[in-house]
């Protein structure tokens, strides 16, 4: 947990640093839709949803915003953080998750831009059975279309492979974004 919040606080900081730097630093907020499907020793697990599913126990990761902060034309950084509690019948499950993804905008200047960027996360999940941690690591590939001032659509493929005590697994997804740019 602890290296996903130096995460966030260093892209928080780059984001601060460029933005006095920047007279016209933007931000794009937005949800997507999409499918991921986990594998890991041949068997796989397919979520499709709006939001899209995410993370080592994806009906839990489900974040329904994103917010992307442009340090400058050309790179985003868009921290995450995620948290899910379930409970009933007597037992509890808690989901605790922060990441990193840090992109760069091939044509940062053209309404449409080809994309490539890198992800860090953690996630840890504890409950009454038990505990299990994991870090990310991963790279997505994408296209971004901005429809005026104000809209951006993305289209994105990504992989990520888990570590710790989801080793193993392997996160593919496919991804519709839909943002609206401050």
Known sequence: MRIATALLCLSCSAATAS???????????????????????GETFTTVGAPVA????PLFGQATLYATIFATPSVMIEPQLSFSHLSGGGSSLTL???????????????????YVAASLGVESLS??????SGVRLGGSV??????????????????RHWLGDFDGLNEFGFVIGLGGII
């Not at 933005?19 to 020793?41: M, P």
């Not at 995410?54 to 126990?57: F, I, L, R, T």
């Not at 994408?142 to 992989?159: H, I, N, P, T």
């Open 19 to 41: 933005a006095a730097q920047e007279k016209k630093q933007s931000a794009e907020i937005g949800t997507s839709l999409g499918v991921t499907v986990l594998s890991q020793s």
């Open 54 to 57: 995410q993370g080592p126990v």
């Open 96 to 114: 605790i998750g922060g990441a990193a993804n840090i992109g760069y905008l091939f044509k940062a200047t053209e309404r449409a831009s080809p």
């Open 127 to 132: 409950g009454d059975l038990g505990s299990a």
């Open 142 to 159: 994408g296209y971004r279309l901005r429809g005026g001032a104000g809209f951006a659509v993305r289209f994105e493929g990504r992989f």
